[in-house]
Every structure is written in C-alpha cells, then in structure tokens.
C-alpha cells in the first residue's frame, strides 16, 4: 500500500474550482421509488436492447425487460415491480433532445424481487467466460460516463495480457462527486468488485487513481482494502488536475504509458475500470442482482439541497430534482453531466439511465450565456491545454471549413471533448462544438457511403440477373430459329450460298443484257 | 573523351534499369476513372441526371459527355467531390429544388396494395418483395429513395416518407456564429 509510488503528469489541462463541496455536505440520501419509471432501450455504446416484456405484463423488480442484441449492447432489468403501461418513443438524455424508443413501467409500491440467479460468492472457482456471462446478464456498463458494456470490455481474450488493472476513481469533473459519495459508503463492495475483476482477467498490478481533493474517499478505501487483506491493491493519488480521470491520462498519470492515437489501453497492457462499475460488478456476482440503481450528483445553485441520491434508473429528472429540494429561482439550465462535459437538456422529464452521473442545475453564473464569437488570434493557448496533444486551433479552422479529411489528419477523433481548449480561448470561440459537428458529419457519411455501396451491390446484382435472363431468352429463341432453319434446308454449306448469289446476279445481268437488245431490235 | 561517354552510358542504363524495375515493383493499380467517379456518387439509381443509373452517369462524366451537377441526391457535396476528383470548376446544380428534397424511403400503404409487382419490377435495387396477388413490402434499408416505383403503380399506393433523425443518426448543427446583439439583446 505504497502511496509514495511515483506519478507521472499528462500533458496540458487545467486546475479549476471543484465545486465540489456544494454536494458532499449531506450524505447519500436513497430516493424513495417513483411512481413511474422510464427505461431507454438504449442506454449504453452500442445496440439497443430488444423488448422482452408486452404492454400490460407484470414485471418483478430486477426482471429482465429487455434483452442484449449482440456483443456490444446490454439488458435492462425492472428497477422495481409494477405493470408495463407503454412501449414508445419518450424525451431522452440527449443533446439532440430527440425522443428514443422506452419501456415505461408503473410501480405497484410492492418493490417485490423477482426470482435472481445464485450469488457466486465462490467466483475463483468460475471461469472468466462464466463471470463474463454474469456481468452481461446484469446490464452493466461503464458507469463514469461513458457507458461502454463492461462485458465486452473485459472480454480481453485474444489481446496481448493485462498487466495493470487501473480502477478510475479520479472523478476530476467540477461539481461532480456521485463516486466520492459511493467511494465513502460502499469502499467494501468496490474492493470486492476490483479483485473479482483481477481474477477475471488475470492482471499483475491493480492500481486505483484518485484526486487528492477526496481525503475521506481515500480513507475508506484504504480501511477497505485492509479489512480485505489485499494489501497489493494500489492507491495512487494524484494532483487535482483536469482531465485527470480521462482514461489515457489517468494511464499515463500512473504508469507513464502513452496509449497510441486510436489505439485502447490494451495496447500498453492497460484496463480501466470505474469504481462505480466495479461495485456494481460485486452487486452482480456475489449477490446476483442486475444493475437497476445507481448514485447520481443533484447540484448547483438552481437546486434546493444538492447532495448524492442513490436513484432508481428511470426516475425522471424533474421528480429527482424535486426530491432535491426543488428548483430555486436562480436555476438558468439544467445541466446532464456536468460543466465540462456535459450537455442542457430542454425537457427536465427524461429519465435517469445508467450514464447520467450528474444533474447541474446551473444558476446564470454557473452557466454563463456563450460570449460573442471572435476570430482565432493564434495565441495556441488552446494549444497547451489540450491533454490529448492536439492542436485544436488546426482541427477549429477545419472543422468550419468542412474539410473532414484534413480535420481528421489532425487526430480529430483522439479529442476527448474535455473542453480545455474552448474554457481557456480568448476569443471565445466553441471549439468543442465544431469537432462534435465534425465527428457527427464524418459519420454520417460513413453511413452514406455504407448504404450507397450496399445499393451499388443490389443494383449490379440486379443487373446481372436482368442480363442473365436477357441472356437466356436470346438462347433460347436462338434454338428455335436454329430448329426452324434446320427443317427448311438442310444442306446450306458456304459456298452454295456465294454460289447462289452469284448465280442471281449472273441472270439479273443476262436479263439486262437482253432487255437492253431487246429494244434495239423492236425499235 | 572514351571514359567519358562509356561512364555516361553506364550511368545511363543503370537509372533506366533502376527505372524500369520501380516501374514494375511500384507499379500503381490504375483506378479507371469511371470507378472513382461511381464510388462518389450516392448510388440511388434514380436516373434523375438523364442516365440509366449512377455507373452510366460516371461513364458519361469520365468520357467528358455530361457535367458534374447532375445528380440532385448527392447534392453539393458529390457535386465539389466530383470537381476536386477531375479537377474540375465546381458549378452550380442543375436541378437545385430537387437536391434541397429531404431523404426519404418509399412506402407502401399495404391495405391498397393490389399485389400487381409493378414496383418490384421498377426497384434498382431490388428494395421491394412481394410476390403475384400478395401484398408488397418495403426494406427500409435498402430503399435509396429514388421514386421509380411510384410512377408505375397503379392504385397509387406508395407513398415518400421523410427519414427521420433517430439520436444515432443525428448530427450536431454547424455552431452558428453569435453575434454580439445576440448575445446581449
Ligand atoms: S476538447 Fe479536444 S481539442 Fe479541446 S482540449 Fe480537450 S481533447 Fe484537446
Ligand atoms: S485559444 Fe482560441 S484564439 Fe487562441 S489559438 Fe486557440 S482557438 Fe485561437
């Protein structure tokens, strides 16, 4: 339990105010179960989940409700027990603010479990694949955000061998502090989640990484993991600086390993893993219960009591917020994530899913309106923040000159969207905003250009069957002609025919012959 | 004087092997221009652009026959593509109404449906099933939206509905500048 171990630093980033302090006065608080949850059928990377239940059908709490499609997707599970009342397209976190498809569940106020598969408190004793399966079962998926499925991501089969499991508990966002809070309840399920997921993929070191601004956090853990006796669990502290908790920062911060432009962290030997999903793991193997909660931050100072909520997932925001405390008159936007990284939602009724870790209900100076935008002064401030080594002025002048090709040159898709580069420009310029414009339009036309070769594949395909039917429709007239010729005359060589011709033009040319004396001797 | 020319000859051949073997060990697969010309264009066969698809259209453009701003569905951008690709002037659209239509996939409103396949046999893409007397189905994913099956039916039951934006296909708006009026008034 070495914490003098030596960290490295990441390039550019930012020291801020944390604002942290605001939520993690009161404890966690459990949200008493709404009277309705909303459940995205997509809440994660990947493909949606398929319904598993109808309209009208009773479901338990921790039911699965919708199945996994393939590899990268996850299910979803009844967050409590009730009635499905509808299948259909709801507002979702998004910052499109586009409706998705949602399985809406009426809670009957039992709250009675459905039957669960067995704990495996043994899990030395199940292979990776079986704990793997278990993992996937319980719809789990990177809960700092980014809500990747966790079972594909473990699934490291086939890849070069894990050395450092590194568990993610920098949480380097301002206002956010929904891990601190589990950090400080429930150390115990997390040290029992991160040896569950070093047997599982069998790494040497396991190390934790977490910002020296949550001294009780780190405390707890440290109790944690003595009470555990895995005394060769790591933590490492590392300085407050944003975006520490970026996963190849975090990397690079406590290993000195640089994950390669596009590559993962595998690539250096490297898994990352958060804290929250690392105690959502324990909850699926030692206690067999699926993923249907998690802690989520209601802060800022448009929020009556901001605090940590252990949240059911499908609560609606505006119901969590009113559990909150309530708006206060000085809310200007409510924000889902938080400042940096996060996005406004234009209707406070969509649901929380499994990657909403922050509500911010930002008051005007939390949030201050966008400044006009100026031209690009190329003072490359934007330059020396950028923790990915970019170089966002080039990817900005690109990215607005719609030259998707050359922005990508410039490593457009290694931005982390952490937001450095457009909190220090002078000239107030939404940098952010023009590589998510870019990255969206590279992929659309991506998806163009996969459909219009689909299209090229069925048109050609079309048209070689037109010309083979083509093909065999002359064949076979051509037979019958044949068939018909062969009757008629059966002896025509080569030479017959010049021969015949001959022969035509022979007595066409005698007949001239006698008209044109013919005349003569009548006249 | 001897020396001289022998040492340029030899320098001469040595480059002209040298030459010759990159030529063959180098050698670039030619992309016949017609090819490149078809993986620009968008492929909905609709034969707006007065070709019998998009192959005949980038066959005509490579032959000099026919201009870049032809195809209504590949709009601007295939239209700039082209121009850089030949090293071309860009030029306005021909057709600059039907390149502002928004993408769209045939229909089939099935209760009208009368099971005729005049539409299947319209496809270009072979988008529709359905068999003689049974009703005819859509696969919304491989319609290109191209219209050619509306002309032929004959109870006029296929209508163009609009694809719309889903959060996976949707795309973040170009930021719009904020002015400083904006921002303050
Ligand atoms: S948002 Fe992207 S370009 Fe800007 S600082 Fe972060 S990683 Fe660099
Ligand atoms: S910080 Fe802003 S003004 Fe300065 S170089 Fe970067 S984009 Fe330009």
Same mark, same amino acid.
């Given at each position: ?358 509500? @911010? &209900?930002?008051? !005007?100076? =939390? *949030?201050?309106? #966008?400044?006009? %935008? $100026? ?78 070769? @689909? &299209?090229?594949? !069925?048109? =050609? *395909?079309?048209? #070689?069957?037109? %010309? $083979? ?55 | ?185």
């Amino acid at each position: 339990m070495a914490d003098q171990r030596t960290t490295w630093s990441f390039y550019g980033g930012l020291r801020m105010d944390d604002h942290k302090a605001l939520s993690t006065e009161r404890p966690l608080q459990r949200m008493p179960m709404p009277a309705r949850l909303i459940l995205p059928l997509q809440q994660h990377i990947g493909h949606s989940a398929e319904p598993a239940v109808q309209v009208g059908e009773q479901v338990k709490k921790g039911q699965l409700v919708a199945n996994a499609v393939d590899f990268v997707s996850a299910p979803l599970h009844a967050p409590t027990s009730g009635t499905v009342i509808e299948i259909g397209d709801r507002p979702i976190p998004h910052p499109s603010g586009l409706n998705d498809a949602c399985i809406v569940i009426e809670a009957d106020g039992q709250d009675a479990w459905a039957e669960l598969p067995e704990p495996l408190p043994d899990y030395h004793a199940h292979s990776s694949a079986q704990l793997r399966e278990r993992i996937r079962w319980a719809g789990i998926v990177g809960l700092g955000g980014a809500a990747f499925p966790t079972a594909a991501k473990v699934n490291t089969s086939g890849q070069r061998p894990i050395d450092s499991l590194i568990i993610n508990a920098a949480e380097c966002e301002p206002y956010i502090t929904c891990d601190d809070a589990l950090m400080r309840e429930r150390a115990g399920d997390i040290v029992d989640g991160i040896v569950i997921l070093r047997h599982l993929i069998d790494a040497r070191e396991c190390l934790i990484g977490i910002e020296d601004n949550k001294p009780e956090a780190i405390a707890s853990l440290r109790q944690a993991i003595t009470q555990s006796g895995q005394q060769d669990i790591e933590i490492v502290v590392v300085p407050s600086v944003y975006p520490s908790g970026g996963e190849k920062q975090l990397i690079q911060l406590l290993t000195g390993k640089a994950v390669p432009s596009h590559g993962l962290p595998s690539a250096v030997g490297v898994l990352c893993q958060n804290v929250a999903t690392a105690a959502a793991i324990a909850d699926a193997v030692l206690r067999g219960r699926p993923l249907i909660e998690r802690i989520v931050t209601v802060t800022g100072h448009g929020v009556g009591q901001p605090g940590n909520f252990l949240v059911p997932l499908g609560t609606a925001a505006d119901v969590l917020v009113q559990h909150a405390g309530g708006y206060t008159d000085r809310v200007h936007e409510l924000i889902h994530g938080g400042p940096m990284m996060g996005f406004g939602l234009r209707d406070d009724r969509v649901p929380i899913t499994k990657g909403t870790n922050c509500l @911010l &209900a930002a008051s !005007r100076d =939390e *949030a201050p309106p #966008a400044e006009p %935008e $100026r031209p690009c002064i190329r003072c490359g401030q934007c330059a020396e923040v950028c923790p990915a080594q970019l170089l966002p002025q080039q990817l900005f002048w690109y990215a607005r000159a719609r030259d998707f090709d050359k922005v990508q040159d410039y490593h457009l898709f290694d931005c982390i969207e952490c937001g450095c580069c457009a909190y220090v420009c002078p000239a107030h310029i939404p940098l952010v905003h023009y590589y998510r414009f870019a990255k969206t339009e590279i992929w659309a036309q991506e998806r163009d250009r996969e459909k219009s070769d @689909l &299209a090229r594949r !069925r048109h =050609e *395909a079309r048209q #070689a069957r037109l %010309e $083979r039917l083509e093909r065999q429709r002359k064949a076979r007239l051509r037979k019958k002609k044949e068939a018909l010729e062969s009757k008629s005359g059966a002896s025509d060589a080569v030479d017959p025919k010049k021969a015949a011709i001959e022969a035509a033009m022979q007595r066409a040319a005698a007949k001239k012959a006698a008209q044109q004396a013919a005349p003569s001797s009548e006249d | 004087m001897i020396t001289a020319v022998l040492t340029i000859a030899g320098l001469a051949s040595l480059f002209g092997l040298i030459l010759g073997y990159s030529a063959i060990r180098f050698r670039v697969e030619g992309d016949p221009i017609a090819d490149q010309i078809d993986s620009l264009l968008p492929q909905t066969q609709c034969g707006q652009c007065a070709y019998a698809g998009c192959r005949p259209y980038a066959e005509a453009i490579a032959a000099g026959e026919a201009e870049i701003n032809r195809c209504p569905p590949g709009g601007e951008t295939t239209m700039i593509a082209l121009a850089e690709l030949l090293g071309r002037d860009p030029m306005p659209l021909e057709d600059e109404a039907a390149a502002e239509k928004p993408k769209s996939v045939a229909f089939i409103i099935e209760a009208d449906c009368i099971g005729c396949t005049l539409c299947i046999q319209a496809c270009p893409v072979d988008a529709i099933v359905g068999a003689a007397k049974q009703m005819h189905t859509v696969i919304e994913d491989e319609c290109t939206g191209c219209d050619l099956c509306l002309p032929p039916c004959p109870v006029e039951c296929i209508v163009m509905r609009p694809l719309e934006a889903t959060p996976r296909t949707w795309r973040w708006p170009f930021p719009k500048e904020i002015t400083a009026e904006a921002a303050h008034g």
